[in-house]
Each structure stands twice: as structure tokens, then as C-alpha cells.
T-cell receptor, first 114, second 113 residues
Framework: AQSVTQPDIHITVSEGASLELRCNYSYGATPYLFWYVQSPGQGLQLLLK??????LVQGIKGFEAEFKRSQSSFNLRKPSVHWSDAAEYFC????????????FGTGTKLQVIP | DAGITQSPRYKITETGRQVTLMCHQT?????MFWYRQDLGHGLRLIYYSAAADITDKGEVPDGYVVSRSKTENFPLTLESATRSQTSVYFC????????????FGQGTRLTVV
């Protein structure tokens, strides 16, 4: 069965600092991988997704993620964090078959301090 | 307004009562989903629907009922609410079977007392 682990429940970074959120997955074949962001009181919004091809994926809001098959990881990065990036971030993994097959991680809450 | 809307945003109900959470989308997306979000569990799929009159169970369907008589609506009913169903519920829709983007509603915070 597929699974995804986000080892950091809560991360605090200073505004302007770089950010890396960790995501490790378990899946038998090449997975579909996603990062979503949930701002307070809002639903989830897709930041980026990886299906195949280039292992470095660019997303919205200046985020990127790198798929590393050897490490079963799909870490999310941003070179310079803005206060508006404070939110909860979810990594998700799926095989083929649509969103009913997606497994979400437990989320990482990002706090941005001045 | 275009998009996906959930109602109510907040609901308090008593144990044993029936409660229905509404979800409406304006895109005519084929697929719709209900998730619950609990601390330490992330999002878990309750039910999903591939089209009007086609629904199927997700990971945690017990205690919930869904229907989809119209493409745009996908209500979720708790037949007899229990405290363990206290959660934040999200509805989502996507255009197709594949991984085109899924759009999420703002959520309904349900408290069962």
C-alpha cells in the first residue's frame, strides 16, 4: 500500500530565509506526487505535481520540488520565504487511477517570523 | 460565483442527529470527493463520485451517506452523528479520471457534542 510521510509537524523560518519541507513516500512503481498548500480557513490549493520527466518541478508562488527516486523523496523548496507563505503544506502520493487513489501526508505547518 | 462552495462553514450538532453537508461546484466537473481532515491523519477520503448517480466508498465511509442526483451537487449525510465524526470536511472536484487539478472547497467544521 502506498504511504507518505512528512516528518516535520511544525517548522518556523524567518522571512527571507530559504525553506525545505520534507516528504518521503512509499510506492512500488513511479508515483504521481503532489504538494498542496492550505492557508488558514481555506481549502487546499495545488502548488505543483510530478508525473514524469524532469525531476525538478516548478510550481506556483515560487515553489519547486525535486523528485529523488533513490531516496523516495519529494521535498518542497523555496529560496526566500514571505510572510504570506505561512500555511500548512501537504504532500500526497498516488498511483494511476485518479484522485480517489491519492494518499495525503499529515501536513507540515509553516510559521514565518519577521 | 464560479467555483466550489460548501455549506455550512460551521456546524454544531448533537450526538445521534442527522446532518447534511452540502457541496456545489459550477464547473460541471465529473469527479467529486469528500474528505475529512483530522489532526495527525491528514486528509482521508470518505466517498467519491465519478458522475451523477455513480458513487463509491473511500478509505473511511462508515457512518456516512452520499448521493449525486445532479452533476453539480454532492451532499454528504451523517445519518446518526457521533463524536468521532467531529472533524473538518472538505469537498473537492476534478475534471476527469486523470490528475488534472482537483479544486477544494473551503471546508465545513463540524462539531458533534
Amino acid at each position: 500500500a502506498q504511504s507518505v510521510t512528512q516528518p516535520d509537524i511544525h517548522i518556523t523560518v524567518s522571512e527571507g530565509a530559504s525553506l525545505e519541507l520534507r516528504c518521503n513516500y512509499s510506492y512500488g512503481a513511479t508515483p504521481y506526487l503532489f504538494w498542496y498548500v492550505q492557508s488558514p480557513g481555506q481549502g487546499l490549493q495545488l502548488l505543483l505535481k510530478y508525473f514524469s520527466g524532469d525531476t525538478l518541478v516548478q510550481g506556483i508562488k515560487g515553489f519547486e520540488a525535486e523528485f529523488k527516486r533513490s531516496q523516495s523523496s519529494f521535498n518542497l523548496r523555496k529560496p526566500s520565504v514571505h510572510w504570506s507563505d505561512a500555511a500548512e503544506y501537504f504532500c500526497a502520493v498516488a498511483g494511476s487511477g485518479g484522485y480517489q487513489k491519492v494518499t495525503f501526508g499529515t501536513g507540515t505547518k509553516l510559521q514565518v517570523i519577521p | 460565483d464560479a467555483g466550489i462552495t460548501q455549506s455550512p462553514r460551521y456546524k454544531i450538532t448533537e450526538t445521534g442527529r442527522q446532518v447534511t453537508l452540502m457541496c456545489h461546484q459550477t464547473w460541471s466537473h465529473s469527479y467529486m470527493f469528500w474528505y475529512r481532515q483530522d489532526l495527525g491523519h491528514g486528509l482521508r477520503l470518505i466517498y467519491y463520485s465519478a458522475a451523477a448517480d455513480i458513487t463509491d466508498k473511500g478509505e473511511v465511509p462508515d457512518g456516512y451517506v452520499v448521493s449525486r442526483s445532479k452533476t453539480e451537487n454532492f451532499p454528504l449525510t451523517l445519518e446518526s452523528a457521533t463524536r468521532s465524526q467531529t472533524s473538518v470536511y472538505f469537498c473537492a472536484s476534478s475534471e476527469s479520471q486523470g490528475y488534472t487539478e482537483a479544486f477544494f472547497g473551503q471546508g465545513t467544521r463540524l462539531t458533534v457534542v
